[in-house]
């Protein structure tokens, strides 16, 4: 509410004759939006309600991993929406058993926790990590331009001024380090470090990988100090990158995971995985959400898995982004006045743009040639499409891409 003069929030609320309408929007402006809005999905492809029609090569950031309207997740919706919504976590639910146990048979978890987002899950991940390190393993490492969500915790964990600014004291005992850099962090392990938390491919902080054996050295520093190794594979996870769990690349298995994002295909569910050693401390009453792991969002999750986890929907994964890296490529040696390099794994790649180069623009002018792409820190524009998109959808894409370019050029006089 705004006043001629002004006025505290209490005086505001206290005049109580409201005459001023509010100039603040219904919906809290926390978020830059873009001026489109969406009627209906289908597999890549968005419909606006005003008729134009968006090739996603976003997703959702990284969410949408089956596309919009995947038969199986709404078949999966549709049949647990008419049995059973929800419970409460007071009563055994089979539906999370069925999932919980598939995460368990296909990866390093002995056991899981189901969130409803990525934050709940780094969440949870900081107090394993907290409750497990106790007094004598204070700190914590995190990295440079890390992103693990919006609490106060997960705030604290990436540390960026962007995320913390204007919150108060922070969450104490967390430290970043310079991401991949391994002497760092071989100077920075202890005897006293709970936890290390790190992404093995940083999605907002602009899709930068680890170095090659890095997280083999991490796993091998966290047991020679007995520390836990904490993935957060919320957007690099669930087959974008080609296997089902990025880790999986280098042999190496850590002892909590977060997952979000992809796991739901859209329907909000996140998941902490755990070694049962690691667990250990999280015993009846130490932790809980009402919704996380509730009948609907486990019934897709469960669908999304059995769509996912298997060998041949990888090896697919695999084959289209060898295509889409290629394309990517040839688009670079054609634009190199304007992109530096093509990085990523799998279908998470990113597009480095050159300095004086802005992602938010490039992000804009793709929307005006019918594309969805996601700008990311470091220069880079996301490039995050479905996992099921088809090739022509791929080059449909690419070439989208290429007319934004060139349209950025010609605003910019670049050409
Ligand atoms: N961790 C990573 C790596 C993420 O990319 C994100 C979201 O972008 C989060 C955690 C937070 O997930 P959510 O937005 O579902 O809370």
Redesign the pocket.
């Given at each position: 509410m705004t006043g001629q003069t002004a006025q505290s929030p209490a005086e505001s609320l206290a005049d109580g004759g409201i005459s001023m309408p509010p100039s603040i929007p219904a919906v809290m402006p926390t978020y830059n939006r873009a001026d489109v809005a969406f009627a209906r999905g289908e597999g890549a492809w968005l419909d606006a309600v005003d008729g134009r029609r968006f090739l996603d090569f976003g997703a959702g950031?990284?969410v949408n991993l089956l596309g919009h309207a995947h038969p199986r997740l709404v078949a999966a919706l549709k049949a647990q929406g008419e049995r059973l919504w929800h419970v409460s976590n007071l009563y055994t639910i089979p539906e999370q058993e069925r999932l919980a146990e598939a995460l368990v048979d296909a990866t390093f978890a002995d056991t899981v926790f189901f969130t409803n987002?990525?934050?709940?899950?780094?969440e949870l991940g900081i107090k394993i990590a907290r409750k497990f390190g106790g007094a004598d393993r204070p700190r914590c490492i995190a990295f440079e331009g890390a992103?693990?969500?919006?609490s106060t915790g997960?705030i604290a964990a990436a540390g960026a001024q962007k995320l913390t600014e204007g919150y108060g004291t922070l969450m104490p005992g967390f430290e970043q380090l310079p991401f991949g850099d391994m002497a760092a962090f071989e100077a920075a392990m202890g005897d006293d470090v709970a936890g290390v938390f790190v992404?093995p491919i940083q999605?907002?902080g602009g899709i930068r990988t680890l170095p090659e054996g890095a997280l083999r050295d991490m796993r091998a520093l966290c047991d020679r100090h007995g520390a836990l190794l904490v993935l957060?594979e919320?957007?690099?996870g669930m087959g974008r990158t080609g296997t089902l769990f990025q880790h999986e690349r280098e042999g190496i298995t850590p002892d909590v995971m977060?997952v979000?994002?992809g796991i739901g295909g859209g329907f909000p569910l996140?998941a902490v995985l755990a070694t049962e050693a690691a667990a250990a401390p999280m015993t009846a009453g130490t932790h809980g959400s009402t919704y996380g792991g509730n009948p609907l969002a486990c019934a897709v999750g469960l669908a999304v898995m059995e769509t996912v986890a298997t060998e041949p929907f990888l090896a697919e994964v695999r084959a289209k982004a060898g295509f889409l890296q290629q394309r990517l490529g040839a688009l670079a040696a054609a634009h190199a006045d304007a992109i530096e390099e093509v990085r990523g794994v799998g279908l998470m790649l990113g597009l480095r743009l050159r300095e004086g180069w802005e992602p938010g623009a490039l992000a804009n002018a793709a929307r005006e040639a019918g594309l969805l792409v996601v700008p990311a820190a470091d220069r880079t524009l996301r490039i995050l499409p479905a996992l099921t998109i088809a090739e022509e959808e791929l080059s449909e894409g690419v070439s989208r891409l290429d007319t934004a370019l060139h349209a950025l050029k010609a605003q910019t006089g670049a050409a």
């Open positions: 950031i990284a987002s990525g934050t709940e899950a780094a992103f693990h969500g919006r997960a992404e999605g907002e957060d919320v957007q690099c977060l979000a994002k996140g």
